[in-house]
């Protein structure tokens, strides 16, 4: 096994600038799939945190009931529709993304099964998992061969002892996770404190964050700015790294104004362009 620290240095490595003559088209389009009736707040997080992540454009593809909420909390997405109302149902969409992530408050209704099947049957972007898409995929272990190369997992310790089983120390859930990634050809995002990414036999342990991001929608807000990253062209690898480093840092940042209690996810939003800051323009 590999082990490496993502710190300033390791980021600087793979830290993109922006290309004066840029434009939207070319700065990629991430599409946030996910919320259900109340949890559209999710999906709102998700994808106000990959727009301030750096990707050109954003789509939302959300059940009706959340439509007015996305618009008129984050007028610059795009929002698309499942035909149900309070949940999703079948994942149909015209757009070409750069990258998807999949589901933050999604549910795990029979019909979101089914649709989120569908999905990986035909899909051909670059993917995050994150949250109930997970759970679902616990559920269905089948699928997981469904999955590309690379594709990224974002489990918190709950989501990941449903796809992996339990575990009875650190060392032996390393194990779990490695073999896991292995089999699979997975990125996984093992998140906690502190987060590990995992791919195959290199394990990167981020160096940023603190218990401020103990808060609802935090890994909801890593979604998107992973995404974000991805769309981006960076290689899964990096938009993790990348993405999970940024993440820990607005926190790091934030941390002497708003204090551990006050800190909420609209705060790591809030310091996403301070955190890029560091690292460039
Ligand atoms: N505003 C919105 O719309 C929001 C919507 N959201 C959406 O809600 C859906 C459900 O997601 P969820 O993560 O709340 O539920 P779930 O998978 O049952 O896990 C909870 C259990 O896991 C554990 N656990 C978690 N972290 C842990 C840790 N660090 N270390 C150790 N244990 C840890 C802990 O278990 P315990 O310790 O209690 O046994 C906890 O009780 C999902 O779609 C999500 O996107 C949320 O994002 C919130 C904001
Ligand atoms: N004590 C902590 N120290 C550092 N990071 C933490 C801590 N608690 C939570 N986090 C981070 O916050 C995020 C929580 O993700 P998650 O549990 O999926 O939240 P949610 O589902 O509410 O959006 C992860 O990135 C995790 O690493
Ligand atoms: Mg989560």
């Not at 919320?35 to 994808?47: A, R």
């Not at 190369?149 to 339990?166: N, Y």
Request: charged letters at 20%; aromatic letters at 6%.
């Amino acid at each position: 096994m590999i082990a490496i620290t993502i710190d300033k240095a390791e980021v600087s490595k793979i830290y993109k600038s922006i290309d004066k003559y840029t434009h939207k088209g070319i700065q990629g389009h991430a599409l946030l799939i996910g919320g259900s009736y109340g949890k559209i707040g999710s999906i709102c997080l998700s994808s106000k945190a990959a727009l301030k992540t750096g990707c050109g454009l954003v789509t939302a593809f959300i059940p009706k009931c959340g439509y007015d909420i996305v618009q008129i909390s984050i007028p610059e997405v795009m929002v698309l529709t499942d035909e149900k109302d309070e949940l999703i149902s079948n994942i149909n969409f015209e757009i070409i993304p750069q990258a998807i992530g999949i589901g933050p408050g999604i549910g795990q209704e029979l019909p979101t099964q089914k649709a989120f099947n569908e999905f990986l049957k035909t899909n051909i972007s670059p993917v995050v998992i994150d949250a109930d898409a997970l759970n679902i995929l616990s559920l269905n272990k089948s699928w997981l061969k469904l999955l590309h190369p690379k594709t990224i997992l974002t489990p918190h310790p709950k989501e990941l002892e449903r796809l992996i089983g339990k575990w009875s120390s650190d060392d032996e859930k390393m194990e779990k996770v490695i073999a896991f990634s292995k089999e699979y050809d997975l990125v996984i995002v093992m998140k906690g404190a502190p987060t590990h990414i995992i791919d195959g036999g290199i394990v990167y342990q981020n160096s940023t964050g603190n218990a401020a991001l103990a808060t609802a929608g935090s890994g909801d807000v890593l979604t998107g700015m992973i995404t974000s990253l991805l769309a981006q062209s960076y290689e899964p690898i990096n938009a993790a790294i990348l993405g999970v480093y940024l993440h820990g840092l607005t926190a790091d940042i934030a941390l002497p104004t708003t204090g551990y209690q006050s800190f909420i996810a609209s705060d790591i939003i809030e310091n996403i362009g301070k955190a890029h800051l560091t690292l460039g323009n």
